[in-house]
């Protein structure tokens, strides 16, 4: 087994395979080089840290250099890693003072993550478009709002990330657009769960337009207004969240395999094509559980997961990930939103003959303070009566939830037995039927019509 | 198929069962007999409304006796049965005017619930001396309250309820003290869980008093101390939450066989060992579903699902439940617990091998405001490293966690399945490794060394 361990990526994957390398393996020299200034930080949080509902930078970081050093990994930050060379088995490193150097490696993890889709739009480099992935580029949007006070932002994009700094954005004052090129935002939920969504954002005071494309930033030096499918939008603050994509291509030009969206092909060991050369987290592939297919569904859950098993295989383990559901939640002003599993239109495009249910209740018991009302879909394949995803939009205490449903899938239960679940209740919790049984038992119902 | 059913009971069982049946066959005729003069409400809010959280009684009640005639049922309060005959097929009712009568009825679903345990001691029939089960029971508390002022509480008995009651009445004011016979409250908690319910109550100024059971209540008409192991406690209002016992005299005296803790015995469809008689609710047993036993835990959720399968059942339907893991979550103060399936105790209780593995994590991400503690405890048999039972205990956000162990508890599922969750994260509801996978990883770590 290898003595030298390479992780190129600081952030989730890398850290946790490195850390996980060295709980693994005492013997081992682990090095990770990140072209990032930051290792270890919740790129999640960056949408509260905006809005300064997260007040310090350092919270958001799990981990210091030091920290790690103690742990017995070498961390390098602002070491840029250009290339991987599987025959030498060495990756070529350039330092923060611009020297290069090859590093041997005899195990490699590539954990390079994924970057925000950017547009080769016109005026897409003006001052005042960012995107929010890495703490930097949140701390310029914040002195950009401190110093320039823009008045009026459009987020292109309406995904999860889209209505997070939606939130952000009002919470700081702004007059805030969404732009969303779909005929509707949320697109990873049904249509009727994402206009949810939509109904919240515009009863908070934004505007959401549909079905329009972003075709370019407008301004001088800064940017003073978009161009859209929709027309001309004043904004001096565009936020660009449109999705993002795997950073596949140094794997790529060393001959490692991609798969599904560009995203590095592994195995259940987080192996690529490659000897030697384990891949984990946002540049990474996985299977979906529910279809069975590649999938790629890039989230910090996962990449801590795979980077896990990828570090504990690198460090000469045995483990397996298994692959995911894609469980997602999100916070969007007082509301709370999740999805797992396949959503009705994914379940078609899966080839999946799938039905849906949904059902309205609420999230706590009559009476009780903090009461609010909860919308549950579950999607059912036809026949089997298998759960095959679930969606939830509602007030505090809806969305996790889905972790029920996250659950059931990953055990290909039908929804019989989500039925018979014996949920919790208390009335500052649930009403006695837990919005996910009231669900259950309806489904439950057109089921046994259908028969 | 029997043309007229009679339900004995309207609370969650009962009512659950006529409106099921109702629903099920348009032919029946459904009466619903009961003694207490409200039907179709909330017991568990009661704590709720006596500290005004829930600030209107109307609101603990599903639906009134018209609403339920509208949909078939006639609910008849104040309507005590007083003996079946299963020979003849009929309940002897006695009327609000005392006039007694014979009720025929083809299909019999007996819901006459529990009571709570009052022991035969010395001055219990002092004024000031409460149980809180019943709707009348807590608006004389609340009038007692109210008229009276009283200062000092003891509440006999640390379970849920307690622990509910101690938190009502500290937000009126009270000085509560907890008087729990047993070496320590929560006994349906692991100790260690148990003490952080405990220091909980402690921390918001209750007196928690273990190991010394209660041996009379003091005063002259009114009560103003209780005598117990531990001495004398000044006392000028006394709850009891010792805990309940089936109503089931009445099915007793007509042959009916009892099982667990006098519970009517039942199968998976409800029925008792006497033909058309079913039962459902606080009153019945059910099946353990981790330990494959009869077993006896009275709660809402339950007696709502089983009221439906009897109902459906005694309507001409097919329906089964298979029964029960034991799911229970509270509220108190400002913290959360919940508990599944066995604890590590009654895992030895039941003959099982088990170990436990206990960790200590955070309900929301680093920085996100309203993080806090949550202990997750898991209990794994030994060998097949299955789930049998979890705890929790913490911050708001920790209690309803409970729920995905609940849902595995009842697949069988291993802790390396828990371990593979994909749950949902977002810095609102989760760090980005949920304490149940932090749960989960750990002890799945200790199993492996085990092996």
New interface residues.
Partial sequence: MGKRLIVIGGV?AGMSAASKAARQNKEMTIDVYTDESYISY?A??LP??TQD????KE??I?RSVAEFGERGVRAHPQHKALRVDPAKKAVLIRRPDSAEAWEAYDRLVIATGARPIVPPLPGIGLEGVFTVKQIPQAERLKEYIAARKPARAVIAGGG?IGA?MAEALLALGLKVTVLEMAPRIMTLMDEDMAALVAKELRAAGAEVITGAALTGMLGEDRVNAVASDSGEIAADLVILAIGVKPNTEIAQAAGIELGFKNAIRVNERMETNLPDIYAAGDCAAARH?VTGKETYIP????A?KQGKIAGENAAGGQAVF?G????????VIEK?G?R?GLSLREAGLAGIDAWESTITSYTR?????GRGEITVKLVVEKGSRRLLGGQIFGAA?A??????L??????G?SID?LA???????????P???P?LVAANQAVSKADKME
């Fill in positions: 989730a919740s999640c949080s509260y840290y509902v997260i007040d310090n919270v958001m799990a999860f997070e559980l989230l910090g859950t996962t801590n298994k995911v559901v894609g469980t997602t939640i999100f916070k709370e999740a797992t018991a009559a009476g009780y303070p205490g969305g996790k939830r889905i972790d029920v996250a659950a059931l899938l990953q055990t239960a037995l018979e679940l014996d949920l919790a209740y208390a009335p500052p919790f649930s006695v039927w837990d996910l």
